[in-house]
Structure formats: structure tokens, C-alpha cells
T-cell receptor
Framework: GEDVEQSLFLSVREGDSSVINCTYT??????LYWYKQEPGAGLQLLTY?????DMKQDQRLTVLLNKKDKHLSLRIADTQTGDSAIYFC???????????FGKGTKLSVKP | ETGVTQSPTHLIKTRGQQVTLRCSSQ?????VSWYQQALGQGPQFIFQ???????GRGNFPPRFSGLQFPNYSSELNVNALELDDSALYLC????????????FGQGTRLTVV
């Protein structure tokens, strides 16, 4: 996962917006993903963006992609305590489409 | 619920033993990938199966092997277990080899003592 980098921690107050950032390395990646992992659980696919898009919005989630800088961000509007989890950025790699993950950003939401 | 189920959920093995982990993919998905997630790390790609053939492998030694069955369920086998093999093993399924949504199971927590 060392090719995908994320900050390790983010703390926000309930009701604020959260922005989780990610940088990736493979400019040929066709899809970029955001997954959520709650304690003791598997990975939940939140959203993904195709590399020819700049932005994708899905309810409270907004994904921004800057392909030139290989920078991906996930914005969560009106963050709730239930959003507390670890968020992983992942890029697809090669024709097989296997995923390369970052180390994850732990989001803590304070009431 | 993703429809991807893994068994067992937890497992304790002794160093040197062998282990088999199982995964049932989501209905209609013919591609299964396995990942290893060590504590505090992101998942690392082990290998992928498409229509019963391995078609991609990460940086894991040959003692990590797998199978995919005609119903697209899959097994991960690890021989000669080492302490560093302790991790959460995740299975993901997709409906094709191409880059599409990958849905993960809840994982198997393997502890090697």
C-alpha cells in the first residue's frame, strides 16, 4: 500500500464537513475508490470515480479527482458519529484491476 | 450486506500448520480476489481468480495458494504458517475482470501462535 498515501488521523465535530485526502501514483489507474471500515468489520464500498471524471456526488459524499496531481479527496457533509471509522483510498492497477490501498485515515467524530 | 460471505470468522493456528479459508462470492460475480490486512495497515493484494484460473498475483510467496470452483466460490490456502501471517484475510468479488465495483466480505481473522 505504500504507493497510495493518506493522512492517518482526522478529527471533526458532529455536523461539520470532513475532508479526507489521498495521493496515488499510477496515472493509468482507471478507477479510484473509497472504502469504509468499522472496527472488526470488512470493507464497505462507499463510492468510486472513473478517471475521466473530476467530481462525483452521492448524497452526503463528494469525491474530487485531480488527475494531474494524482490527488483524490472524499468530502463527507454533515458528519455524524456513525461516520467514525477508517477510510481507505484505493486505486485499481493493471488489467486485472486489483486494488492498491492506502494505510487508511481514522476519522473521529466528536459530539 | 454485500452478499460475499467468508468462513470461518476467526481462527487460531500454530506456526507451521496449514489453513484453508473460504469465500462465497456475490451472485453473478465470476472474479474473486484475496487480500491480507495486517493490523493498522491497508489491505494488500494476494491474488485473483477469474473463471477458475489465477490471473493476477501480488508479492506473496508460493505457500499462499488458492482455488476457484465452478460456482465461483474460492479458497485461500496458506502452508507452513508463520507468525507474520496473523492478519485479517478479506475476499472481494466482482462481476468481471474489468475494473468494476469490488464487494468485500467481513473477513477471516487468522491468529498464528
Amino acid at each position: 500500500g505504500e504507493d497510495v498515501e493518506q493522512s492517518l488521523f482526522l478529527s471533526v465535530r458532529e455536523g461539520d464537513s470532513s475532508v479526507i485526502n489521498c495521493t496515488y501514483t499510477d496515472s493509468s489507474s482507471t478507477y479510484l475508490y473509497w472504502y469504509k471500515q468499522e472496527p472488526g468489520a470488512g470493507l464497505q464500498l462507499l463510492t468510486y470515480i472513473f478517471s475521466n471524471m473530476d467530481m462525483k456526488q452521492d448524497q452526503r459524499l463528494t469525491v474530487l479527482l485531480n488527475k494531474k496531481d494524482k490527488h483524490l479527496s472524499l468530502r463527507i457533509a454533515d458528519t455524524q458519529t456513525g461516520d467514525s471509522a477508517i477510510y481507505f483510498c484505493a486505486e485499481s492497477r493493471g488489467s486485472q484491476g486489483n486494488l492498491i490501498f492506502g494505510k487508511g485515515t481514522k476519522l473521529s467524530v466528536k459530539p | 450486506e454485500t452478499g460475499v460471505t467468508q468462513s470461518p470468522t476467526h481462527l487460531i493456528k500454530t506456526r507451521g500448520q496449514q489453513v484453508t479459508l473460504r469465500c462465497s462470492s456475490q451472485s453473478g460475480h465470476n472474479t474473486v480476489s484475496w487480500y491480507q490486512q495486517a493490523l493498522g495497515q491497508g489491505p494488500q493484494f494476494i491474488f485473483q481468480y477469474y473463471r477458475e484460473e489465477e490471473n493476477g498475483r501480488g508479492n506473496f510467496p508460493p505457500r499462499f495458494s488458492g482455488l476457484q470452483f465452478p460456482n465461483y466460490s474460492s479458497e485461500l490456502n496458506v502452508n507452513a504458517l508463520e507468525l507474520d501471517d496473523s492478519a485479517l484475510y478479506l475476499c472481494a468479488s466482482r462481476w468481471a475482470r474489468e475494473n468494476t465495483e469490488a464487494f468485500f466480505g467481513q473477513g477471516t481473522r487468522l491468529t498464528v501462535v
